[in-house]
């Protein structure tokens, strides 16, 4: 190098697959999920999240990682679920985006870049569904990997912070969209409490009450059955779980004609609790995002 010239610090790689998360107020949960994801970051990950205000210190934790590890980046907002994990989702960089990833699970080691890479590998697919076989509560761990052009054509999340997901998959849906599911032994333990009743290892007929009042609020968010379908294969882990869901739902979607279900359908409490059970974690911090 000649006297005088100064050297240009090599360049580091643009991320290919881009993690995003939405959190408020998860201080007990969010130091060991983190722990979970960042270390498998480092072949062309970046893990972007929206902070929507934490007050319990999350937002400490949030910054000291952040200083240390430049695949972190933290955005602090007052915001709901939807425009948090829309925002998320604008502010990364990758060709591949994961959504839904959750600052209250512990994670399988790679688990994450292992869906991105599915979705990476199959040029078929617009975005994949992951579901874990073995999860315990499979609805509480499945997360999303879109291709960025997929996930923009579907116009994002819902700016609001319940039910913010279902609209998402419905326009991808009739988008066209190619949402394939990703099956995995294992993606994630949950660590927030749970109600031993809500489990969906259990019997789906055990489970009836509580399928049969699902498929009603997606009738009333404006799901055909034959959408709902769709959506089922998406998320049930076995062939017998998905028929039985689909034999109750056409039932619901039946009664659901019957009775002019309209959105008072959607504020329905339909978890059946065992006596003395645990209640299902409330959100966290309203109106922020969990």
Not at 200 to 228: C, D, I, L
Request: contains cysteine; proline residues 8%.
């Amino acid at each position: 190098m000649a006297p005088g010239s100064l050297e240009t610090p090599p360049t580091a790689p643009a991320p290919w697959f881009a993690v995003t998360m939405t959190v408020r107020n998860n201080v007990r949960t969010l130091r060991e999920s983190l722990g979970t994801i960042l270390p498998h970051l480092a072949d062309g990950g970046e893990l972007v999240i929206v902070d929507a205000l934490s007050d319990d210190g999350t937002q400490e934790i949030l910054r000291e990682l952040a200083a240390a590890d430049p695949r972190l980046t933290v955005i602090e907002k007052a915001c709901n679920r939807g425009i948090g994990r829309n925002l998320a989702v604008a502010s990364s960089h990758a060709p591949i985006v994961l959504t839904q990833v959750d600052g209250d699970n512990r994670y399988v080691d790679g688990v994450l870049r292992t869906v991105a890479a599915r979705l990476r590998e199959t040029p078929t697919w617009d975005a994949a569904f992951a579901v874990g076989a073995h999860d315990w509560d499979p609805s509480s761990t499945r997360f999303y990997a879109w291709r960025r052009a997929g996930f923009d054509r579907t116009g994002g999340y819902e700016e609001r912070q319940e039910r913010e997901d279902p609209p998402l998959l419905l326009r991808a849906f009739r988008a066209g969209l190619r949402v394939e599911r990703c099956l995995l032994p294992k993606l994630a333990d949950d660590l927030k409490p749970r109600a031993k009743g809500r489990a969906p290892s259990v019997s789906p007929w055990r489970r009836g009450t509580h399928t049969m009042w699902a498929a009603r609020k997606f009738r009333v968010m404006g799901y055909r059955y034959s959408e709902y379908l769709r959506l089922l294969r998406l998320t049930r882990r076995t062939e017998p779980r998905f028929l039985a869901g689909g034999a109750i739902g056409l039932l619901a979607y039946a009664q659901g004609a019957l009775h002019h279900d309209g959105p008072d359908v959607l504020e329905r409490d339909d978890e059946v609790r065992p006596a003395g059970s645990i209640p299902p974690a409330s959100p966290s911090g309203a109106p922020g995002p969990r």
